[in-house]
């Protein structure tokens, strides 16, 4: 790591410190002055989080473990980010040149590909739906876009949970489309449907000779807006469950991150997926600057009161 000159405390401060403390009067006393500027450097300095080191007040990294400690701007839109933030939520960019956003590998100035993963640098163009993608899920219809995206669709879609949690998803969605009692109107319009049906029947089957006959109870029974509501919860409550079996913890890698989760989304249910860095909820890990920190996704519905930051 090279050493930041703008980071060492003899560089900057000394100035300062001795204009305020000629300001405020202070006596010239050898041992006072040490203390007075031992205190002015706690009171301006930032302290890292991570190792307990003083830094200079626009230290952006500590000094000594590398930690992020400060804020930098988003070299698109100036935005103000933390230093270790890879995608600008005001922007929508992606704005780590030096790392590639489908694997997190290391880029060097001259890589149009990426040494590690093949993808080329300025995005990748979805085959299905032509939108251009920093990231290794089309933002648009949700196609994994590059070989390690395949790979890890086709391990995570083999796993027990998720085959579960696919299969539940897919009952949800068949639920919601069979339509619930709505109205005591729609109640007596089906009976009267039944008890039409049950006449025509037996008309015609007294025109066969049949006297007497049984008519069998229609097999399309609509659900009850109870037995309906009830089966819905009840889905609803295993899908959340599943879906907190499977929360990712931080990885090293944001893309490690934004692919996992993307690879993990069961199709035909409403999610968003809430990170870890701002209890944010994205509408996936693509819309986060730091994915990295972990996150979840969570199924969108009627007790969702928080709003989606993002619509990608
Ligand atoms: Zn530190
Ligand atoms: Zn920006
Ligand atoms: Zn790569
Ligand atoms: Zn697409
Ligand atoms: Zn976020």
Redesign the pocket.
């Known amino acids: 790591m090279d050493e930041d000159i703008t980071l060492n405390p003899e560089n900057n401060s000394d100035g300062m410190l001795e204009m305020q403390h000629e300001e405020i009067g202070l006596v010239h006393d050898a041992d006072l002055y040490t203390q007075q500027q031992m205190q002015m450097q706690s009171a301006v300095g930032v302290k890292c989080p991570n190792c307990g080191t003083m830094n200079e007040p626009e230290a952006v990294y500590c000094a000594s473990c590398g930690y992020p400690i400060g804020k930098t701007a988003?070299p698109?839109?100036g935005?103000e980010l933390d230093p270790d933030a890879d995608f600008?939520e005001?922007?929508r960019?992606y704005i780590r040149p030096d790392v590639c956003s489908f694997c997190g590998a290391r880029l060097s100035d001259n890589d149009a590909f990426c040494p590690e993963c093949g993808s080329p640098r300025g995005g990748i163009v979805c085959p299905v739906c032509h939108t251009l993608n920093d990231f290794s899920f089309c933002k648009q219809c949700g196609t994994a876009l590059t070989e390690e995206a395949r790979m890890l669709v086709a391990q995570i879609h083999e796993l027990p949970e998720f085959k579960e949690l696919q299969q539940l998803a897919s009952d949800l969605q068949q639920l919601e489309q069979s339509i619930p009692y709505t109205s005591e109107r729609d109640v007596l319009k089906d009976q009267r449907n039944i008890k039409l049906r049950e006449r025509v029947l037996t008309l015609l089957a007294e025109d066969r000779g049949v006297a007497n006959p049984v008519i069998a109870d229609p097999q399309n029974k609509r659900l009850s807006k109870e037995e309906y509501d009830a089966k819905k919860k009840e889905r609803l409550d295993k899908i959340a469950a599943l879906l907190d079996k499977m929360v990712q913890a931080p990885q090293p890698k944001a893309a490690q991150v934004r692919n996992y989760a993307m690879a993990c989304r069961p199709q035909g249910v409403r999610l968003a997926w809430e990170c870890n860095f701002k209890h944010a909820l994205h509408s996936s890990p693509c819309g986060c600057a730091k994915p990295q920190l972990g996150g979840k996704w969570i199924i969108l519905g009627k007790d969702v009161k928080k709003v989606i930051k993002d619509d990608m």
Do not use: E, L, P, T
């Open positions: 988003c698109n839109c935005a600008c005001s922007c960019r």
